[in-house]
């Protein structure tokens, strides 16, 4: 009989080595697995409780939850023009939430020195009587003063037909610069403000709305649905409790920089990680007015970014909890929503989903 051959010390401790490294591949790809299946089944668990939730509250739109870069939860509810069901892909008027973009367009424009928040009024309307006595500042942070223009009769009497069917640019601009002040120094959240400073970016820049739009955010953050009419968006608007259904919403002209964007809720979650990153050109939670929550086009209370928007029908709300990285965006074609109570319903959804995420990365350590 042929004699074994005895391992050597070093080829046997070779041996163990490889035993090893096999042992912990192996381990590495059971708990690999075991993650995918856990998330997997938390993410299912969420979808349910989420989509019972918003069905409870009667959503009709789209809804998006995420934490830090991964969605966990992206459906649509209910109708989006009476003919075809919402989905991602449908294209919402965002109304306010426009004002995000313009003021961040203006805090860019800030940076590079185009312009400055303690600029006068006068400046850039040498026909408002009080343009010496407000900044880009008190536009910014809502405390100018100057009176809403939507659904004055100081200007629109009692005709509404303007909303549907629009104004002059001229003329409306004419007749916001007209109004006598209210208030000047408190905050009161006013469409006038954001018009205002949509109308200052076109004149520093010699470009319009768009132009600007596609040079500071378009191109630099994969926005790649926008439109500039509420009235072409898919979504129309419902209200529920008068049977109202497919209603056409305000034209281009009246909400300009303070509402007339349009985007699917895809692209503002796109938007959302871009602004709170260090792609964007400032920090827009350090580099804004301390003195009150409203800057920027965003509402900040401690960790917290939101803004919410809603035309003749539509009611929407962005979230953004800088602490925890999480992002909810509802975007809703029902006039009777509340927003923010939703919100609130669906946050712990969206903790409980980290919580998991911090769990298992720590078996994994």
């Known amino acids: ?3 074994k051959k005895k391992l050597s010390g070093k080829e046997a401790g070779a ?15 059971i708990a690999r697995f075991l993650y995918v299946s856990n998330d997997v089944l938390i993410r299912k668990y969420l ?11 009667h959503f009709s739109g789209s809804a998006l939850i995420s934490v830090g870069d991964k969605i966990v939860y992206i459906d649509s509810i209910g109708d989006e023009n009476g003919e075809r069901p919402t989905s991602v892909e449908t294209l919402y008027p965002i109304f306010s939430l426009t004002k995000q973009f313009t003021g961040y367009m203006t805090g860019c424009l800030i940076k590079e020195g185009k312009i400055h928040r303690t600029d ?22 809502m405390t100018s003063g100057i009176p809403e223009y939507v659904g004055n009769e100081a200007i629109w009497g009692e005709d509404e037909s303007y909303r549907i069917e629009g104004v002059e640019d001229d003329v409306l601009l004419s007749s916001i610069l007209s109004l006598p002040l209210e208030g000047k120094g408190e905050y009161k959240y006013c469409n006038s403000n954001y018009y205002l400073l949509g109308r200052i970016i076109e004149k520093v820049t010699g470009q319009s709305y768009k132009e600007n739009l596609k040079k500071y955010v378009v191109d630099k953050c994969g926005f790649k649905h926008v439109a500039y009419d509420p009235q072409s968006a898919d ?33 503002l979650y796109q938007w959302q990680r871009f602004l709170y990153s260090d792609e964007a050109e400032f920090d827009i939670f350090t580099e804004r007015d301390e003195n009150g929550e409203y800057d920027y ?15 003749l029908y539509h009611r929407h709300l962005m979230m953004y909890d800088k602490s925890k ?21 669906l946050y712990p959804y969206a903790v409980q989903y980290k919580d998991f995420i911090e769990k298992e990365n720590e078996k994994n350590v």
Request: with cysteine; charged share 15%; net charge negative.
């Open 1 to 3: 009989m042929t004699e």
């Open 15 to 29: 041996g163990i080595g490889v035993f090893m490294v096999m042992t912990m591949l192996i381990a590495g790809i």
């Open 47 to 57: 979808h349910g409780k989420v989509t019972e939730t918003l069905q409870a509250a």
């Open 120 to 141: 006068k009024l006068s400046l850039y309307f040498p026909e408002c009587v009080y343009g010496d006595e407000l900044t880009v500042s008190d536009l910014l942070t």
């Open 235 to 267: 979504s129309l608007g419902h209200v529920l409790k008068e049977g109202i259904k497919d209603a056409t919403e305000y034209h281009a002209s009246i909400t300009f920089g303070a509402g007339h964007l349009c985007s699917k809720i895809t692209d």
């Open 297 to 311: 086009g965003t509402v900040k209370s401690g960790n917290y970014i939101s803004h919410s928007g809603g035309g």
């Open 325 to 345: 990285d999480i992002q909810i965006i509802l975007l809703n074609n029902e006039s009777s929503l509340n927003g923010q109570i939703l919100v609130e319903a």
